[in-house]
């Protein structure tokens, strides 16, 4: 497993962005994939974005697409989410995950084994 450290969220008005970082500890970070999920109140966590190990593939939930970015450096053990064209829909904890597990699907949480705590994303109307 690895440590996962979430920054970055914060309130904006619609139609801004924002950068979420997810910071990793204890391991190799480039041993593992690295998912992005969010939660809603009321709603159920909800697949946002992965990285392959490298870099080299990301997916996205079809609801971001264009829109948000996911990107990794893994000299400095991190993975970024540029999130632009907020909406009000994008309001959620937003959690980091790491899985070494080879392959995709890389959308269900299940797949995943070390998680952060979250930061929170509030965008206004």
């Known amino acids: 497993q690895v440590q996962l450290v979430e920054s970055g969220g914060g309130l904006v008005q619609a139609g801004g962005s924002l950068r979420l970082s997810c910071a990793a500890s204890g391991r190799t970070f480039s041993y593992f994939a690295v998912g992005w999920f969010r939660q809603a109140p009321g709603k159920e966590r909800e697949f946002v974005a992965a990285?392959?190990?490298?870099?080299?593939?990301?997916w996205y939930v079809g609801s971001v697409k264009g829109r948000f970015t996911i990107s990794r450096d893994n000299a400095k053990n991190a993975v970024f989410l540029q999130m632009n064209s907020l909406k009000p829909e994008d309001t959620a904890v937003y959690c980091c995950a790491a899985t070494g597990q080879l392959g995709p699907p890389y959308d269900s949480a299940y797949r995943y084994d070390s998680w952060g705590q979250g930061t929170q994303v509030t965008v206004s109307s």
């Open positions: 990285i392959s190990r490298t870099g080299s593939s990301t």
